[in-house]
């Protein structure tokens, strides 16, 4: 008897494991179901806690802390895994990035688009995706068009994310809905650039002291906008794609659609429809119009665009559109994010990346702070200001939805249409796509020439845009000029590139 205690034992013993183990897999689900290709554990074990920490650029919130500790209450039973959003001043972030990325500090998720993605990715400071996307961002996967999602990969490899948002635009302009109605004007057979010069007219015979038409930004020109929102810029608006459908690269100064806008809006600068200092304002249209000095302002075209632009300035605003939209690389390619190669846990960054396109608790407490002390819902589904607060005294307003994951699931504010996400959704699905799409141009055999050719440009770019230069004299000389800073050079290394890209990307 003595001798089999021990194989009993032993045998209880293994009871014991086996029925805890059928408990564990028969027992209720916990509160918080875990991120989709997460599962809360990692080969079979249970996740080590970690953080997440989050870089990216914005203004300063006093509760921002607040609002990382309520974002962890959710990350922390889905994925075991606290956050740290760690922000920069917007006039520092380039500057802070680099030292970042080039030091040990510890980053995970990390901002990116545009050239400083493509001189990121070179330099080997993020790390490719396609297998953490997989095995842990599934959801990302979902929420794509495949096409949209395979935009940001350089030579067929992915290194970050776009955020989902406005991806689209179309040539726009936003007029005073208030002087349009004291004039009794209608715009809803303007299509045209053309069909502005009698309403430009009628308010200046009737408003003689406005600034009718100012730009989109104050570092932009009046021509940006319409030129952004028509040809594919091919990353650098130096050698471009005029026509959508080909796979052909022109020099954008040498286009007919170029002088023919330029000669517009030099039309418009003579007849005083844009302000004479306008080559040197630092002043955008919307300012103007603000200051109750201005009627119109130059805009990329989207979904709520006015209701956006007009909560912001306090001026009720009526669109015009001047095209259909259209979508390209750069379009979709400008706001991302990605995993730094300093990362210590790239798929716990993968599974938080993820949870940015699929919890829309967590979608909402970055875009918009805590309900009840930083927002409010509305009946209709919008959300506003709690009663007594505003934006210069709430302690969280960053109101930066389209940096982060997806904003689609983010709540509309007041100020928009309750559908403007589904709307949103609907646009970007239905706008026009480049031929080239996907393509990332990569400048460094011919930097020697863009040093120059920068030069050029922003010695009669300026003018000519603005109206300030009269185009029948001065764009032969911007074009002549050009040539002798090595344009031609540039745009056939540019379609050297797209040729080969086409090969593998286009069959």
């Given amino acids: 008897m003595t001798k089999t205690k021990p194989i009993v034992r032993s045998l209880l013993a293994l009871l014991l494991v086996s029925v805890l183990v059928l408990a564990g897999c028969g027992g209720a689900s916990p509160k918080s179901e875990p991120a ?36 962890n209450a959710i990350t922390k039973p889905k994925i075991q895994a606290t956050v740290k959003l760690k922000r920069i001043e917007p006039a520092a972030w380039t500057q802070q990035k680099t030292l970042m990325l080039a030091g040990n500090e510890k980053v995970d998720l990390i901002f990116t688009g545009e050239n400083q993605y493509i001189n990121e990715v070179a330099q080997k400071q993020l790390l490719p995706l396609d297998d953490l996307l997989q095995s842990h961002g599934q959801d990302i996967i979902k929420a794509f068009q495949p096409e949209v999602l395979a935009a940001s990969k350089i030579d ?17 302009m936003l007029l005073r809905t208030d002087l349009l109605e004291k004039y009794n004007i209608d715009v809803s057979g303007v299509k045209s650039f053309d069909d502005m010069d009698a309403i430009f007219q009628k308010i200046k015979d009737n408003e003689p002291n406005l600034k009718l038409l100012g730009k989109a930004t104050a570092g932009a020109t009046i021509a940006y906008s319409p030129l952004i929102t028509t040809v594919d810029p091919l990353g650098d608006n130096i050698g471009v794609l005029d026509n959508l459908d080909e796979l052909k690269v022109v020099n ?90 300093r990362s210590k846990d790239p798929e716990r960054a993968m599974m938080m990346l993820n949870l940015l396109y699929s919890d829309k608790d967590i979608i909402n407490l970055i875009d918009w702070g805590i309900e009840g002390k930083h927002y409010v819902k509305n009946p209709n589904g919008t959300i506003d200001f709690p009663p007594g607060v505003e934006g210069s005294s709430t302690g969280y307003n960053l109101r930066q939805g389209w940096m982060f994951g997806n904003q689609l699931l983010s709540y509309p504010w007041a100020t928009d249409s309750p ?53 029948d004299e001065n764009l032969p000389k911007f074009i002549a000029a050009l040539k002798a800073a090595g344009i031609d050079k540039v745009v056939a290394e540019k379609q050297r590139q797209l040729d080969e890209w086409a090969k593998t990307y286009k069959q």
């Fill in 156 to 172: 067929g490899i992915t290194y970050a994310v776009p955020s989902i948002r406005d991806f689209a635009s179309y040539p726009s």
């Fill in 252 to 341: 954008l100064y040498e286009t007919e659609h170029y002088a023919k806008l330029v000669r517009t809006i030099r039309r418009w600068y003579e007849a005083g429809y844009i302000p004479k200092d306008i080559a040197t304002s630092t002043q955008s249209g919307s300012d103007y119009i603000q200051a109750n000095v201005g009627f119109a302002v130059m805009a990329k075209g989207k979904p709520g665009i006015e209701t956006q632009t007009g909560q912001r300035i306090g001026v009720p605003l009526t669109p015009v559109a001047f095209g259909p939209a259209k979508t390209d690389t750069v379009a979709i390619t400008n706001a991302m994010f990605a995993i730094s190669a």
């Fill in 419 to 471: 559908d403007i996400w589904q709307k949103m959704d609907e646009f970007n699905r239905g706008a026009k796509k480049s031929a080239a799409l996907g393509f990332m141009y990569n400048p460094d055999p011919v930097k020697t020439e863009l040093a120059a050719i920068s030069n050029v440009v922003k010695q009669y770019s300026v003018g000519l845009e603005n109206g300030a230069l009269d185009p």
């Fill in 36 to 71: 989709d290709g997460a599962s809360g554990a990692s080969g079979g074990q249970e996740l080590p806690p970690y953080e997440v920490v989050i870089l990216f650029y914005g203004a300063n919130q006093r509760d921002l802390g607040l609002v990382e500790e309520a974002i």
